[in-house]
């Protein structure tokens, strides 16, 4: 019985945290700029904000964002938390698939244990990567 909620709680926490990387691949607000304080930048309409798809500024009380397409101007470091974080989302869907397929409540077919511990060793190293 323990095992069996450790493992549905290890789980649960892994999907979790996958699901947080891709929402933080997706966000524009990685690095908020203002001049002054936050409350003052908002009362300005001077809060912009950089992410790794956009560059966005908040004026007038409309939040207009700019794509970052170009690939070759972008400086190395985001370049690189691009290919960081696409590659762990990618990387994270097989690892979930893995893990879903070990958990206690699961079985396919007639397979021996070994081949489940495995699995669960490949699930819990991609997410360890990931």
């Given at each position: ?11 649960v ?112 190293i ?5």
């Amino acid at each position: 019985m323990v095992a069996t909620c450790l493992h549905l709680a290890g789980f649960v926490c892994s999907f979790i945290g996958w699901i947080g990387v891709v929402v933080a691949t997706a966000t524009n607000d990685w690095v908020v700029t203002c001049g002054y304080t936050i409350t003052t930048c908002r009362k300005m309409d001077e809060l912009g904000s950089k992410g790794l798809w956009a560059d966005c500024v908040m004026a007038t009380g409309l939040y207009h964002c700019k794509p970052l397409v170009d690939i070759l101007i972008l400086p190395g470091y985001v370049q690189a938390c691009r290919a960081l974080m696409i590659a762990a989302s990618v990387l994270g869907l097989p690892a979930i698939f893995l893990l879903i397929t070990v958990l206690p409540c699961i079985r396919m077919g007639h397979e021996p244990g070994a081949a489940k511990y495995r699995r669960s060793q490949l699930g819990g190293i991609l997410i360890i990567l990931l």
